[in-house]
């Protein structure tokens, strides 16, 4: 790994015979140890500050055939005032939503800081032709994206062919222009855990800024092993090349306790240097009003019921 | 940024009691031995006093295991399965309460006690408990007899987890017991003692005598005792030996290690990396079949260490109470001491010690995970059992010569193969001269698998059909 990484994309051959000398990952150990991260207990102070940190990672996502306009305002309002009854609450990260949506959500958050970020690439089989992909991912920038969440060919990338993926990814990153690009690995049709973590470096190598597992449309979505190798997968790569990228879990994620083991697996792999949101989200659409309501259980002592939370 | 908040599980679900007795023919009675203090590793503060067994006492127990032996063996097994089955049964009602017992008495971490000790125990007694009407199908002939009274001396190491892998098998086969648990490690037994009455034990069936050397002496020396079962110490294991030759008891002894794991340059990094965790910090250290060998192949030592040393700093030593501790305290004043001694010779020897920065509490008994490098196979780290959290690290360069180092000590209680390659780890099993060899993983144990070891190791087997061997007339 301490070869320079430069030539490692220059044929399919090169790349993967790069691929296929990174360590294999064990499936029973990986999964043994993401299972005692679980058991973590994070109480009082901690857990009220994983709590504002989850909420602070949050990529807030509307991800249907039925969105309207009217359904992502709602949310972009939610997201820049999470809970109307307690302005102490942080904001989200960002909004997560189609390419065709995203100029209305970026007027909608206009000034909140509340980052807007699209599906691009053909979302979520990916299944079209470089240009359309191109395109799509133009559209989403040109309305004003902050970020792009392409998914990879999962198809060239079980044929075997890595360089048709590698080259993709560049294509999209070179769309992407100012806007940060998550490449979504859909690590529930990659199946192995040796697979995630290729796809992981390839996605690394190729320039994505964010490694992200799912689209939320394919179960099992966001695991934490699956979490797990790609976080040591981000840490071996900044070993390696200098490069520091973030990850984002997403599909799955729906209560606190979710969240929070999330957190715990960040801090027990790589560490508080992506304890942030510049490095670390979590993709959901539900988990934001646990978060709310454990907040408020928190502060208060009680459990308020479900409809003193919006439903957006 | 992320400092977790003090998760302490309570101790408020047991109560202990100021002081114990003995359980002879089952019922509490005292001893006529000076009575001892059992205190908290982890504090040093006195938990309970505990009677000590003298010889009479001992005897009373045998004479007690003797009377019950008539009623017991003549039980149908079916009808001894239904004891043990609910037993297993009681000890998973009680597990919270058995696992905060054994973390305050032991110094273990109560996420171990918890999710490793307690599960495991229940399983043993599960497991025992369907062999119990089987035994004419378990390879022994149609109709296998039990010996008699077996007397079972067991270390502090997994009080309770060494006593199901004692007591269950023996029960099973129609045997009866003379428990000594270790002195400082007691309470969990007398914890259990009380749960053979709430599942209305026959009396006399299970018997525990505390009590230090001399106790256990007395059970095994005893010459109405038809079995003895040791774990602990190889030093003390050969007393045991030379005492019962030629006495027509039958033995087995469960003895030390200095298990070799084995890190090949195939292997999968990250899992091998808290493999060698588990192996080696799992327990303290206190585990006879620990992975205290670290053999990794040359080329990747480099790599592999620093690996090592990342994930040893995320270690999170302190408060065995705490849900959240990885590493509790050393069981007794005296293991420390044996700890510290190896570890300073490993040092004057000219190995290299690095510890992670961490904290030691004030107040109990303490050592920081340990990692000596440029270990020597002639080092006494590399040949001595710690017992301890302390790692010394060697290489090869080949897998005979791994083979060869590995099997280069006296003791065969377990090794560990990593590679993602099959047929070497089939190829480097044939050849490990150890009662276990995992691959792929390290310290893991099922009540279907045997244990057990080579060597200064011990012998006899423990644990699944071969473990019914021990305690049967065959």
């Known amino acids: ?312 | 940024m992320f400092e977790y908040a003090p998760a302490p599980e309570s101790r408020d679900v047991v109560d202990i009691k100021p002081s114990y007795g003995l359980f002879i023919d089952g019922e509490f009675v005292d001893g006529t031995g000076a009575p001892f203090k059992t205190i908290n590793p982890a504090t040093e503060e006195a938990l309970a006093e505990v009677a000590a067994a003298s010889q009479a006492d001992v005897d009373r127990a045998v004479q007690a295991a003797r009377k019950a032996f008539g009623v017991w063996s003549a039980m149908p097994g079916s009808e001894r399965a239904k004891y043990l089955f609910r037993i297993a049964r009681i000890i998973q009602e009680r597990s919270r309460e058995l696992a905060v017992l054994e973390t305050l008495d032991n110094g273990k971490p109560i996420r171990e006690a918890r999710d490793v000790d307690l599960p495991l125990v229940a399983a043993h007694f599960f497991y025992y408990a369907g062999w119990a009407d089987k035994l004419g199908y378990a390879g022994y002939g149609p109709d296998p007899k039990p010996l008699g009274v077996a007397g079972q001396v067991i270390p502090w190491n997994f009080p309770l987890l060494m006593l199901a892998w004692k007591i269950a098998p023996a029960l099973a086969c129609g045997n009866t017991v003379v428990l000594k648990p270790a002195e400082t490690t007691p309470l969990t037994a007398l914890l259990f003692a009380e749960i053979c009455r709430q599942a209305d034990l026959p009396p006399g069936v299970v018997n525990i005598v505390t009590g230090a050397g001399e106790t256990g002496a007395a059970v095994v020396n005893h010459p109405d005792v038809n079995k003895v079962a040791f774990t602990g110490s190889t030093e003390v294991g050969r007393l045991i030996a030379r005492s019962v030759a030629g006495s027509g008891k039958k033995v087995t002894l469960e003895l030390g290690g200095k298990a070799a794991n084995i890190v090949f340059d195939d292997a999968a990094i990250d899992q091998a990396v808290e493999g060698i965790v588990d192996g080696i910090f799992f327990n303290q250290g206190h585990v006879c079949c620990a992975g205290s060998r670290l053999l990794v192949q040359e080329s990747i030592a480099e790599e592999l260490l620093e690996s090592l040393k990342r994930r040893l700093a995320r270690l999170r030593l302190g408060d065995p109470m705490d849900k959240n501790t990885d590493i509790g305290a050393i069981n007794s004043a005296e293991q420390l001491a044996r700890v510290r001694e190896l570890s300073d010779i490993g040092e004057a020897e000219g190995a290299e010690r690095w510890s992670p920065a961490c904290t030691l509490p004030e107040r109990g008994f303490w050592f920081p995970p340990t990692v000596f490098t440029g270990v020597a196979q002639s080092h006494r780290i590399a040949r001595d059992e710690v017992f301890g959290p302390v790692l010394a690290m060697l290489t090869f360069r080949t897998p005979a010569e791994a083979v060869e180092k590995a099997n280069n000590t006296p003791y065969g209680l377990s090794a560990g193969v990593w590679t993602e390659k099959g047929s070497r780890i089939l190829w480097m099993a044939d050849r490990l001269r150890a009662g276990v060899v995992w691959a792929n993983t390290f310290n893991k144990f099922d009540p279907t698998s045997p244990f057990g070891g080579y060597k200064e190791s011990g012998y006899g087997r423990e644990g699944g059909r071969h473990g019914l061997e021990a305690y049967l007339d065959v």
Request: hydrophobic content about 45%; some cysteine; aromatic content about 6%.
């Open chain 1, 1 to 312: 790994m301490t070869t320079p990484l430069a030539d490692v994309a220059s044929s399919g051959a090169t790349l993967r015979a790069f691929l296929h000398g990174l360590p294999g990952v064990d499936r029973v150990g990986a999964d043994q140890r993401a299972k005692m991260l679980g058991t973590r207990s994070i109480k009082t102070t901690a857990k009220a500050e994983a709590i504002d940190l989850a909420i602070r990672m949050v990529d807030l996502t509307t991800l249907e055939g039925a969105d309207t306009p009217g359904k992502v305002r709602a949310m972009c309002a939610k997201a820049a005032h999470p809970d109307p009854s307690d302005p102490s609450v942080p904001k989200v990260a960002a909004v997560c939503v189609y390419p065709d949506l995203v100029g209305l959500a970026v007027e909608a958050l206009g000034g909140s800081g509340v980052k807007v970020a699209s599906v691009a690439t053909a979302f979520p089989s990916g299944r079209s032709s470089l240009e359309v992909k191109v395109a799509d991912t133009a559209l989403a920038v040109a309305a004003g994206a902050d970020e792009i969440d392409m998914v990879i060919d999962r198809g060239a990338f079980l044929a075997g062919d890595y360089l048709k993926v590698y080259e993709e990814i560049v294509a999209i990153k070179a769309a992407c222009g100012e806007a940060h690009l998550k490449v979504i690995l859909e690590t529930g049709e990659l199946a192995t855990y040796d697979n995630v973590r290729r796809a992981s470096w390839l996605a690394m190598l190729a320039g994505g800024d964010f490694i992200k597992t799912s689209t939320g449309k394919v179960q099992p979505a966001a695991t934490l092993p699956v979490t797990l190798i790609m976080l040591e997968a981000v840490r071996d790569f900044l070993a390696a090349t200098g490069r520091k990228v973030g990850v984002k879990p997403a599909g799955g994620i729906r209560t606190t306790k979710d969240a929070i083991k999330m957190l715990v697996l960040v801090n027990e792999t790589v560490g508080e240097g992506w304890l942030d949101p510049d490095w670390f989200r979590l993709g959901a659409s539900t988990l934001l009003n646990d978060l709310l309501m454990q907040r408020q259980k928190m502060a208060t002592g009680r459990y308020a019921g479900p409809d003193y939370f919006t439903l957006d």
